[in-house]
């Protein structure tokens, strides 16, 4: 099941966290994996490990804060793995602060790289899944773009607005055979939460229905399921993967 054998995945923020798990999921199921990042130095080792365990995948510069720049950057890929059939939108940055304190540098930044590189990489792969009448687009939202959090306005109206964006896109695609759907994971393990005080990681865990913070596996595979076949009649659809934080 969930096989993406013969299929070319894109997956943008794929040096660490989420989007490396992501693309070794997708990779060990058979997809060719393009792992899409600002700085390729770690995304090498990635795609070495993914080789020496019998996947496939390139490296590819990519800088989604400059929007304007990425037809050039995904044109500079081999022909033969320029028509992705499935992206994961998933680079995403923060800029954190209450709104009286946020700068507009800060504002545009953060919805430059998180919403508008999200549109600028869909709309060049776009092309060629109406082409071949298949695709799969995943974007990774936030319960945070459902739910709100203070000092997040920045980072919640960007992964709120690939919500809206996907539901448009969703109905702008379904007729050909193109599916779009948006995962909104909660508190995952990072390097960050690993650091956190024993009290305040108590704290946060109670707020959460499985009383558990989520790993990036969970989340890849939710991701692998709205990218294979068996979710093709899934379109439009929010997945929230928090625990139950967000009910």
Request: charged residues 20%; glycine residues 10%.
């Amino acid at each position: 099941m969930f096989r993406l054998d013969g299929k070319t995945a894109l997956v943008t923020g794929a040096s660490r966290g989420i989007g490396e798990a992501v693309a070794r999921r997708l990779a060990a199921q058979g997809a060719r994996v393009i792992l899409a990042a600002r700085t390729v130095e770690r995304l090498e080792s990635v795609a070495e490990e993914i080789a020496a365990a019998g996947g496939e995948a390139r490296v590819l510069a990519l800088d989604l804060a400059e929007p304007a720049a990425v037809p050039a950057a995904l044109g500079a890929l081999p022909e033969d793995w320029r028509d992705a059939e499935v992206l994961v939108n998933n680079a995403g940055i923060t800029a954190d602060n209450l709104l009286a304190r946020m700068s507009l540098e800060d504002w545009e930044r953060v919805l430059r790289t998180n919403l508008t590189g999200a549109y600028a990489v869909t709309k060049e792969l776009l092309r060629g899944m109406m082409r071949r009448r298949w695709g799969r687009i995943v974007s990774i939202s936030s319960v945070v773009g459902l739910m709100g959090n203070a000092g997040q306005a920045n980072y919640a109206a960007s992964k709120a607005g690939l919500v809206g964006f996907s539901k448009s896109l969703a109905r702008e695609l379904g007729s050909r055979n193109i599916t779009v759907n948006v995962v909104a994971p909660g508190y995952i393990e990072t390097a960050m939460t690993v650091t956190l005080p024993e009290s305040s990681r108590k704290e946060l865990q109670a707020s959460i229905a499985l009383r558990r913070l989520g790993t990036v596996d969970d989340v890849a595979w939710a991701v692998l399921f709205l990218a294979s076949e068996e979710a093709g009649y899934i379109t439009g659809h929010t997945l929230n993967v928090s625990g139950g934080l967000y009910i």
